[in-house]
DNA sequence: TTTGTTGCAAAACGTTTGCAGCCTC
DNA sequence: GAGGCTGCAAACGTTTTGCAACAAA
């Protein structure tokens, strides 16, 4: 119930960007909104455009050309966290959280710390006005750790 | 003076890492060290690989591969700005800043805030070992807040 | 009717890989 | 001498583009 009134305001925002930008609101955009408020944490074009062929017929050309015009409207976020493809995330509800990222094995980790998110979101600037930020601290994930210790432990 | 030291240094501890994990000492690669530690700021592999083809012949595959070397031995620093090629900064020194990133024309502008360093860098992790983390802030620079407003302005 | 948007396939782009020969160790 | 590293070119995977047909305004 809740999700599906926090989905109809996302409709809402996203048809407002849409008239004031003179874009056409076509049924496929509404399609890949919807689709990309049913996940719930990261996903990639690769991933949305292969889970809509089931029940929806869109071309990947089109998958991202609408990820651009919600990255635009502020409805979802990307992140660029390897060099492997761009993670997608909605951003309506500004649940905001950071990003731990395993430099070895790559998997991402989402946490919140009201005190950093504070310290960022009240930093103004003269010459630059701040839309939003991402923070991803690199490290070592636990795993990781464990295995790199071993190698190590070899190595000497 | 001071940075020829500095790069003495740099070329210290890029042979103990080499030295460490068995890597092998080769011309190419003190030759890209000492070229990238000639950059004030960002550079990329093709810009680097461009420069360097002036007076040193280097394939671009061994470029990539030493800069992966620099990564592991935490001498530079990769960033993923935006879907764009990766770029990279020497890291030795640790003059530690934030990126401010225009989400209209992609221009990075870096700078430092004592607070927000020490907020992020006291952070700890159960389960993660952190190494070293980026804080990208997006939005508009002066010059396309400008462009913008007057685009809003026609709109309107 | 106009022209922005679509699907499709081909192209672009940065990065990685396979391989034969070279040069550290 | 052994095998890690090199240059070269071809391959890769993600994203963008060109174009004719389509449909929202």
Redesign the interface.
């Known amino acids: 119930m809740k999700e599906e009134n926090s989905y109809e305001k996302v409709k809402e925002a996203f048809t407002e960007f849409l008239v004031?930008?003179?874009h056409r609101k076509t049924p496929e955009r509404y399609a890949i909104l919807e689709r990309v408020y049913k996940y719930d944490g990261h996903f990639n074009a690769e991933s949305l455009y292969k889970e809509m062929q089931a029940d929806y017929r869109v071309s990947l050309a089109t998958v991202y050309n609408t990820l651009e015009l919600l990255l635009n409207s502020h409805l979802i976020i990307k992140h660029?966290?390897?060099?492997q493809e761009?993670q997608y995330e909605k951003a309506f509800g500004d649940k905001i959280h950071h990003h731990?990222v395993?430099?070895i094995c790559g998997k991402v980790?989402e946490?919140s710390?009201k005190?950093?998110r504070t310290?960022?979101q009240t930093?103004r600037?003269a010459?630059?006005?701040?839309?939003?930020?991402?923070?991803?601290?690199?490290?070592?994930?636990?795993k990781c750790?464990q295995k790199n210790r071993q190698k190590t432990k070899k190595?000497v």
Chains 1, 2 share one sequence.
């Open positions: 004031k930008n003179h660029q966290f390897g060099q761009a731990l395993c430099t980790k946490f710390d005190h950093i310290v960022i930093k600037f010459y630059f006005e701040t839309s939003h930020y991402s923070l991803y601290i690199y490290g070592l994930c636990s750790k190595l």
